[in-house]
C-alpha cells in the first residue's frame, strides 16, 4: 500500500509497506537494508531512563526483529542487512543458502553507550554482506575491509531517528556494493538514499513512517542539490 511518493533526481521514495511494496518493484543490483532489531528493548536503569532513544524504539516497534522472506535472491544480486547480534544464529543460515558468498561484517562505534544491561557493551554493529555470482564487493583494497570504526551520531545529527547510521558507514557500504541500483525498504530518515546519491546510482527507498519519510525526502533532496551543483561548478 503506497500512501506517497516522490522523486528526487535518480531516485523515488515510498511511503507505505515495504512487504508490500518492495515485491512488487522488481529487480535491483543490491538491497541495502538496516530492518527493525530482535532485542530486549526494556531495562538499562538510570542511564537508559534519562534517555528516551529505547522508548522511541519501543514506540516505533523497532525491537521486535523483521521477516527475513523480505530479502529475496531473485529480485537483488547482493544485500547488507544490519542485524543485532542476537539476530545472527536465524539470520545467517538463510542467508547462506540463498547466496553464493556472504561475509560478517561490523561498524565499530567510537563512542559506545556506556551501558551494558546484563550483556556486552554494544561497541559493535553487524551487518551481513552477502552476494549471487557477479555481484561480489566492490571498491579499493582499503574500502574492502570487514570493519569501520566511526562516531555515533547523536542529538541533530540522529535526525529525530533512534537508530540512524553515520554517513562514514553508509558511503563505505555504497563503496562496496556491486552495480548501479540500489533498493532500501526501510529506509528511515534517508542515509542509503543519501550515500548512494553521493555515489551516482540510482535509489529507491520505502519507510512506513511518515515523520521520517519527511526527513528522507528532505536530506536526499539536499543530497541531489549538492551533487547537481558540483557538475555545474566542474
Known amino acids: 500500500m503506497i500512501e506517497a511518493m516522490s522523486h528526487i533526481g535518480p531516485a523515488t521514495l515510498y511511503l507505505g509497506d515495504a512487504y508490500v511494496i518492495r515485491p512488487a518493484l522488481g529487480r535491483f543490483d543490491a538491497d541495502v537494508m538496516d530492518p527493525p532489531y530482535e532485542f530486549r528493548a526494556e531495562g538499562g536503569g538510570m542511564y537508559r531512563a534519562a534517555r528516551k532513544g529505547m522508548d522511541q524504539i519501543i514506540d516505533e516497534g523497532l525491537h521486535h526483529g523483521f521477516e527475513h522472506a523480505i530479502i529475496n535472491p531473485l529480485l537483488c544480486g547482493s544485500v547488507v542487512v544490519f542485524c543485532h547480534n542476537d539476530q545472527l544464529p536465524k539470520l545467517l543460515p538463510y542467508i547462506d543458502g540463498n547466496f553464493e558468498r556472504f561475509a560478517l561484517c561490523s561498524w565499530r562505534k567510537t563512542n559506545p553507550q556506556p551501558v551494558a544491561n546484563k550483556h556486552y557493551r554494544p561497541v559493535n554493529e553487524f551487518y551481513i554482506h552477502a552476494w549471487s555470482k557477479g555481484f561480489h564487493p566492490a571498491g579499493s583494497l582499503a574500502d574492502l575491509d570487514r570493519q569501520i570504526e566511526a562516531f555515533s551520531p547523536r542529538g541533530e545529527l540522529k535526525f529525530g531517528h533512534p537508530t540512524v547510521k553515520p554517513d562514514a558507514v553508509m558511503d563505505k557500504i555504497v563503496r562496496n556494493v556491486n552495480g ?45 542539490d549538492e551533487v547537481q551543483a558540483g557538475s555545474v561548478a566542474a
Not at 540500489?182 to 529506509?187: A, E, G, L, R, T
Not at 512506513?208 to 519519510?213: C, E, F, I, L, V
Open 180 to 224: 548501479e541500483s540500489i533498493i532500501d525498504p526501510f529506509m528511515g530518515t534517508g542515509s542509503t538514499g543519501v550515500a548512494a546519491i553521493k555515489a551516482g546510482k540510482r535509489f529507491v527507498g520505502i519507510e512506513r513512517q511518515k515523520h521520517h519519510y519527511l526527513t528522507a525526502v528532505e536530506r536526499i533532496s539536499k543530497a541531489w
